[in-house]
């Protein structure tokens, strides 16, 4: 698996090129009570006792699933867990997010604050409280629940400002390659205007299962993407220059 065309479907990540995920909930004929899978890294200076702290960071549901969950946050620790060493199951983060997180496409921002009362070396991220106690949305008809989420740009800071980042989920291209995409929503087809400087572009359309579903090189000249055959609905546009890449989103209608 890699990013963008990961196992839950396309995404690219927030910022960089990789990011994490994690089961908040299994229910059904594969699940277990109350399973959880949980990401943790040691802290590179432990937590002072009394200070404020400031945590932040971005999740997106993989399109492919079909089942959110709230209760997704932070807990800060002393201690290490591991699969021998289990993280207790009443453990109550720091830092957490009530609302049912839905949406397959932007990366949410999840951010709070807490005044530290030990000296915690850890961070573990992931959902929190039991099956009973979580709240979910089930899609499609489906009699249970699976649901996995991504996770990237985590921040622990003590300055406010330092975890907080603008709401992109994508890389741009820069001010001076800047490209025109119309109409958007299209029906029969799409044009994409190119700046003076840039003579070509790598253009895939991909839908929101990570398939490609069309692919051309538009230049000044042959600048139209057809969309026959191609259904209704939700796709992202992908288009490759030299030096980057732009993802937007295309709807077809």
Known sequence: MNVPHTSGGFQNAFDGNAFCGFYTHISGPTGAPNYREYIGTKLTTD????????????LNMPNSLECATNNIGALFSTI???ETNPLPFYS????ITYQIITDTLN????SGSFISDSAYKYIILGGFYSDS?????VYNGQTFCIAYYFIDMVCVSTDSLSCTFPDIINKVFLSKEDVKIYPNPAN???FIDLPININKIDVCIVNLLGYRIREKIITNVDNEISFV???KGSYIISMKSSQTILNKVLIIN
């Open 188 to 190: 029969k087809s799409v």
């Open 47 to 58: 937590l002072i006792i009394g200070q404020k702290y400031f945590v932040s960071f971005k």
């Open 133 to 137: 106690n979580t709240d979910t949305i």
């Open 229 to 231: 055959n191609i259904p």
């Open 107 to 110: 990366w949410a921002n999840i």
């Open 92 to 95: 109550t983060p720091q830092i």
């Open 80 to 82: 290490p867990y591991s």
